[in-house]
C-alpha cells in the first residue's frame, strides 16, 4: 500500500478477512488512511470499550464488549509510534522490518500501543460498518474488482498453478515483474478496444449511464493462455485509428 509507485491519493485499502489484524488496523490509522475489510464471521468480533465509566453504556452490545482501550499505554508511547509510522512513510524502513522487529518481542510498548489504536479502530470501523449499507456495498464492490483481477492473473500466470515456484528473490521479482508486463499489456488492449466501440454512434447512443460505469478494461475471454501463439512483429493491431484530418486551407495570396 505504501509503494503503489503512483501519484494515486489513498484513503483506503480493501481487504479480506486474512487481511486484517488488530496491528493493521492500527498502523493504517497511524499512516492516514482507512483499513476496510470483509471481516468473516463478523458476529463473533469483539468490541472494545471507550472507558471503565461507560460499562453499563451500551446495554444491548454487553455480550460483544469486552474490556476498555488502555488509553494510558497509547498515550505514553505516543511519540515513538509516531517515529516508527513516519519511518514506514518516507521510506527508511519498510513495514515488514518494523512488525518483524516487533513480532519477536511482543510486549514491547510501542507494539502494545499500536495494538490499542488498532483495537479502538476496528471498534470503530465494526460499528460504522453494521450501520452503513453505503460501506458495505463499497467494500462488496472494491473486493470484486480485486477477485476478477486475480481471476486474471491465473489466466496470464498460468505456470505453475499461478504460483511462484522459486524461493529466490530474484527470480521471484522476475516473475513479478513479467506479470505486471503482462496485466498492463492487458488493460492497454482492452481499453483500446472499449474506446473503439465507444466511438461508434451506435453504441454511444445505445449505453447508458448505468452501463458506462459498468464498464472495465478487466475481461481476458478473448486470450489464448493455452498452445501455440504466432506472433507478428511487422503488424499492429487495427485498434483507435486516428481520424484523418481535413488538411488546412492554404492562407490567401497578399
Do not use: C
Not at 493504517?28 to 463473533?44: F, H, S
Not at 518516507?90 to 514491547?108: C, D, M, N
Request: proline fraction near 4%; glycine fraction near 6%; charged fraction near 25%.
Amino acid at each position: 500500500m505504501m509503494r503503489h509507485a503512483t501519484t494515486m491519493q489513498t484513503e483506503g485499502n480493501y481487504v479480506d478477512s486474512h487481511g486484517q489484524s488488530e496491528i493493521g488496523f492500527g498502523l493504517t490509522r497511524l499512516l492516514g488512511y482507512d483499513l476496510l475489510p470483509r471481516i468473516k464471521q463478523l458476529n463473533k468480533v469483539k468490541l472494545y470499550r471507550p472507558g471503565r465509566e461507560d460499562e453499563d453504556s451500551y446495554e444491548r452490545l454487553a455480550d460483544a464488549m469486552t474490556r476498555p482501550i488502555r488509553w494510558d499505554v497509547i498515550e505514553n508511547n505516543y511519540d515513538q509510534r509516531i517515529k516508527y509510522a513516519t519511518a514506514i512513510r518516507v521510506g527508511t524502513a519498510s513495514t515488514e522490518a518494523i512488525l518483524r522487529r516487533f513480532t519477536r518481542t511482543a510486549s514491547h510498548p510501542v507494539y502494545q500501543a499500536m495494538l490499542e489504536v488498532g483495537k479502538a479502530q476496528k471498534t470503530i470501523f465494526v460499528a460504522r460498518y453494521l450501520r452503513d449499507r453505503d460501506l458495505q456495498r463499497e467494500i462488496q464492490e472494491g473486493l470484486n474488482v480485486v477477485e476478477g483481477w486475480n481471476g486474471a492473473n491465473d489466466i496470464i500466470f498460468f505456470g505453475k498453478s499461478s504460483e511462484l515456484s522459486s524461493n529466490r528473490r530474484d527470480q521471484q521479482e522476475l516473475s513479478v515483474l513479467a506479470l505486471h508486463l503482462l496485466q498492463t499489456a492487458l488493460v492497454f488492449v482492452n481499453t483500446l478496444m472499449i474506446q473503439e466501440m465507444l466511438a461508434d454512434p451506435e453504441w454511444v447512443n445505445l449505453l447508458t449511464e448505468e452501463d458506462k460505469r459498468a464498464l472495465t478494461s478487466l475481461f481476458w475471454m478473448h486470450l489464448q493462455p493455452y498452445g501455440e501463439v504466432r506472433l507478428n512483429m511487422g503488424s499492429r493491431l487495427q485498434l483507435a485509428q486516428p481520424v484523418p484530418q481535413e488538411p488546412e486551407p492554404e492562407p490567401a495570396a497578399a
